[in-house]
């Protein structure tokens, strides 16, 4: 088992910045993949980015790509999200999600989740 536990949404104006972080527990944290996604009202689940074991690679959705920036820090146990440039349509809830080694786009491919941390961005 992986708990994972996100911290630092909140309300911001359209163009400010907020860093999310995700902290884990249980299983060996190197070897997981991670990911962030997130779910507007009314909206489906859609990925944000992810990100392998190492932090070597990294994967972003379009419409955050620039602008996001996804990063962990395995002797942390803990997987970051900086947003910039945030855009009223960036409000959603966001969560991070764990699997086992590889990578993946779909959040039906993860395993493990957190309970999510709202982010709103007024314009």
């Known amino acids: 088992q992986v708990q994972l536990v996100e911290s630092g949404g909140g309300l911001v104006q359209a163009g400010a910045s907020l860093r999310l972080s995700c902290a884990a527990s249980g299983r060996t944290f190197s070897n997981y993949a991670m990911g962030w996604f997130r779910q507007a009202p009314g909206k489906e689940r859609e990925f944000v980015a992810t990100?392998?074991?190492?932090?070597?690679?990294?994967t972003y959705a379009h419409s955050v790509k620039g602008r996001f920036t996804i990063s962990r820090d395995n002797a942390k146990n803990t997987v970051y999200l900086q947003m910039n440039s945030l855009k009223p349509e960036d409000t959603a809830v966001y969560y991070c999600?764990?699997?086992?080694?590889?990578?993946?786009?779909?959040?039906?491919?993860?395993?493990?989740w957190g309970q999510g941390t709202q982010v709103t961005v007024s314009s």
């Open positions: 999600a764990a699997r086992r080694f590889t990578t993946a786009t779909t959040y039906v491919l993860y395993d493990y």
């Open positions: 990100i392998n074991w190492s932090g070597g690679s990294t």
